[in-house]
């Protein structure tokens, strides 16, 4: 691999001209047309009170597919435009055009999926089978099962159309907040800096512990000062969801994420049950790296403190060069697309203002490419993130040739391709570890995951699970939610933290996004499922690789629990995977106490 590798990302060869781009327009402008033929057509079809015919039924399914690569490819654009620069406010009315064109677009399925209900189950049966039908015939076949719970298609189209201002316009708002915080930190020449959310997030996990305290008071303060705003969008946006939801006739807020996961609720509260009976252990854990700091308790800043050799900066190339040897390891296919995805510029890394907080990776599945963006200042978690995102490219990357409605996978199965990746790495990296110093610093950055998808993810849960609960009563205030957070903090952490993270509602992108209610249970999901695959692959070895490409084809085809069945042989429902996956999960607390157990 290259020594010298870019660190901004290159988004001129998916549409050259960034927010002021004519392909893009150009791109915006076809998609609006087709969209509006493929409305015109469904609405007669529907209108006509006739079954749709064999072709009709393809003729429309090829169109719904090729609409659905462009909104795709057009929203990843945007979202890149608007992280790498939260002021652009070009980029900020593409994104209203591109929602407004997925609801035009979400109106016209409403009607698709009717006429889908409308044909008589002999004929969908023979149409299922058909070339045009059979390569997505689960997804149609799911489609056509959830259109039986919805409003009827007019209301539905309805709905979709005032979201764009109402429902999604409030989850826009979020990013104008964060546009505008605004952290000030005193360095030790006594100058004073204004950081974004993003550059002040870092420090957070800062290996001096004053510079973390000093970070985390700063980010408080400033989410507390935002907290009326960000009370009154959050409260928004599950108002919204729980007035469709009764017009539904849903009585439950899970119903709809566990049916975007593909999960049944049995899997969800399998998974939680095992979590919780695997939480003591960690307990153990964060107590010794209490008393290793020095300290009676970890406070939330303290969770993530880098211990001995982990808190030095590792430059973004050295990264790059160690993330795509462990991948080599398992699998030569999956470490050429990694140096692909550093070389050509796949990645925004770069520490500068104006960048949005956090990490993430978004497909161009038109183009045939992904696009990761983070902030990268050397710190091990920094690596992780770029391992985990890397994970997100490689799955999308096996599975470009599948039709668009085969690729459409949800985030629970998406983490687990995220988090296998991360395994990869620190599991490699923990074996190759010469020094007790080195190898106490990875063991640490290894359970400080597993504090993240056991209790932080699980607090997480439980706060949105309560807020929705409450919610339905009336509006809560900034206190009420903050209230609510440190309980569900205090719950989610055993009770194993000093300080807690009140304003952590305020501060998380994850609650304000629109797409994809409880954006935080499929990451423990995945975590664990992660963790069984690659029980699965330590076994089998080097022939592993190919069947790991095989089951990450078939996440947009089934089920988790067929997902799992099929390809691991085991049951997500009950108990028994969960808790090995959580053993397995934890079979480095007790190194880490023996390695400890002089302090």
Same mark, same amino acid.
């Given at each position: ?324 040897? &462990? ?5 030569? *296919? !999956?470490?050429?697309?990694? /140096?692909? @995805?550093? #070389? +050509?510029?796949?990645?925004? %890394? ?122 339905? &009563? ?5 206190? *009420? !939610?903050?209230?609510?957070? /440190?309980? @569900?903090? #205090? +719950?989610?952490?055993?009770? %194993? ?103």
């Amino acid at each position: 691999m290259q020594t010298t590798l870019p660190t901004t990302w290159n988004l001129e060869n998916i549409y050259a001209g960034g927010s002021g781009s004519a392909a893009f327009n150009e791109e915006l402008n076809g998609m609006e047309r087709d969209i509006d033929v493929l409305t015109r057509e469904l609405s007669a079809a529907s209108a006509s009170g006739a079954p749709a015919s064999p072709d009709q039924l393809s003729g429309w399914t090829e169109a719904v597919q090729s609409i659905l690569l462009r909104i795709r490819q057009s929203d990843s654009f945007v979202g890149c435009l608007q992280a790498q620069q939260m002021k652009d406010t070009a980029a900020n009315g593409l994104n209203d055009r591109v929602k407004t064109l997925s609801a035009k677009f979400n109106g016209a399925l409403t009607n698709f999926d009717e006429l889908l209900l409308r044909t008589d189950d002999e004929s969908w049966g023979n149409w299922l089978h058909t070339a045009d039908a059979s390569p997505v015939a689960f997804v149609l076949n799911e489609r056509r099962e959830a259109g039986k719970e919805k409003l009827p298609p007019q209301l539905e189209a309805l709905a979709a159309e005032l979201a764009v201002d109402g429902y999604h316009g409030w989850g826009d708002f979020y990013n104008t907040i964060v546009s505008r915080v605004r952290f000030e930190v005193t360095e030790n020449d006594g100058t004073v800096k204004q950081l974004s959310a993003g550059q002040m997030h870092n420090r957070l996990s800062h290996s001096d512990r004053s510079v973390r305290e000093t970070a985390f008071a700063e980010w408080e303060r400033e989410w507390s000062e935002q907290g009326d705003l960000c009370a009154d969008t959050i409260n928004r946006i599950s108002g919204f969801r729980l007035k469709l939801y009764e017009k539904r006739g849903w009585t439950s807020a899970l119903k709809e994420p566990l049916a975007i996961n593909r999960m049944s609720e049995a899997t969800l509260n399998a998974m939680w049950d095992a979590v919780t009976e695997g939480k003591p252990r960690l307990v153990r854990y964060m107590e010794r790296k209490a008393k290793l700091l020095g300290l009676p308790r970890l406070d939330w800043h303290d969770v993530s403190a880098p211990l001995g050799s982990a808190s030095k900066t590792v430059p973004y190339g050295e990264a790059a060069a160690f993330i795509t040897g &462990q991948f080599r390891a398992f699998s030569p *296919d !999956l470490a050429a697309f990694t /140096e692909m @995805a550093f #070389q +050509e510029a796949w990645i925004e %890394a770069e520490d500068r203002p104006g960048k949005r907080p956090g990490g993430f990776c978004t497909s161009f599945p038109k183009s045939e490419e992904t696009r990761i963006f983070m902030t990268y200042s050397g710190t091990p978690s920094n690596i992780s993130t770029l391992a985990h995102e890397l994970g997100h490219a490689y799955h999308q990357h096996v599975m470009n040739d599948l039709p668009p409605l085969a690729q459409e996978y949800a985030s629970n199965v998406a983490e687990t391709a995220s988090t296998f990746a991360e395994m990869l790495v620190s599991d490699s990296a923990l074996k190759a570890a010469v020094s007790p110093e080195e190898k106490l610093a990875l063991l640490d950055d290894k359970l400080n995951n597993a504090v993240s998808y056991f209790m932080d993810i699980h607090s997480r849960f439980l706060f949105e699970k309560k807020f929705y609960e409450q919610r339905k &009563q009336g509006m809560l205030t900034k206190e *009420d !939610l903050s209230k609510l957070m /440190e309980e @569900a903090q #205090q +719950e989610g952490f055993s009770g %194993a933290l000093g300080k807690l993270h009140p304003h952590f509602w305020a501060s998380k992108l994850h609650f304000y996004l629109t797409d994809v209610p409880f954006y935080n249970f499929p990451y423990t999901f995945g975590y664990l499922f992660s963790c069984g695959i690659y029980a699965q692959a330590k076994k089998e070895g080097e022939s592993f690789a190919d069947r790991y490409v095989a089951l990450l084809r078939d996440t947009g085809l089934m089920t988790v629990e067929d997902l799992a069945q099929k390809h691991l042989g085991v049951r997500l429902d009950e108990p028994d995977f969960w808790r090995e996956a959580v053993k397995l999960a934890l079979v480095d607390v007790e190194e880490f106490l023996a390695l400890t157990e002089e302090a």
